[in-house]
């Protein structure tokens, strides 16, 4: 699959999210997505579920439960990384950084899958601690990264509890 092509698929993921009825907007007009992060393996094995990567397809396997979803995410944004690559800058709010932090060091060197809507987008390796910002990063073009930037603060404004600080 080609990167023009992949690019193409994944906007088109973005505008069938966004028009899905399942998905309506809630009260402040905000899309109602879910952003998960799960453990995953590269083999299969008791209790886990085969998922494709939409990005790079490939097969892994997922730990049923979540490890840190939306309510996790303080926000991301669209970054370079250190290969001048385009990349995802996720910064978790406290209790997430917590979450991160126990998940990474328990599951070095091997796939953290990111789901949005059921859906594994991507399955980076975990390559160090993750505690106050993650970086995503690998072969993604600058339209994935935008898109994958926007499913994850779309659902972080939408599932996050109500406080003071986050009263739009």
């Given at each position: 699959?080609?990167?023009?092509?992949r690019s193409k698929l994944l906007l088109l993921v973005v505008c069938l999210v966004a028009s899905h009825p399942t998905l309506a907007?809630?009260?402040a007009g905000r899309s109602?997505?879910?952003?998960?992060?799960?453990?995953?393996?590269?083999?299969?094995a008791d209790g886990l579920v085969e998922a494709t990567v939409a990005i790079g397809p490939r097969k892994i396997y997922l730990h049923k439960?979540?490890?840190?979803?939306?309510r996790d995410i303080a926000k991301a944004r669209a970054i370079v990384d250190?290969?001048?690559r385009p990349a995802v800058l996720v910064l978790f709010t406290p209790d997430g950084a917590k979450k991160m932090e126990r998940l990474s060091?328990?599951?070095q060197d091997r796939p953290l899958a990111i789901l949005v809507d059921g859906q594994v987008v991507a399955a980076p390796e975990v390559r160090t601690v993750i505690s106050e910002q993650a970086v995503i990063s690998g072969n993604f073009t600058q339209a994935e990264i935008d898109a994958?930037?926007?499913?994850i603060n779309a659902d972080v404004f939408y599932d996050k509890p109500k406080s003071p600080a986050n009263n739009e």
């Open positions: 699959m080609t990167s023009r092509f907007d809630d009260a109602r997505v879910r952003v998960e992060f799960r453990r995953a393996e590269k083999n299969p439960e979540p490890d840190a979803t939306n250190r290969s001048s060091k328990e599951h994958l930037v926007a499913f």
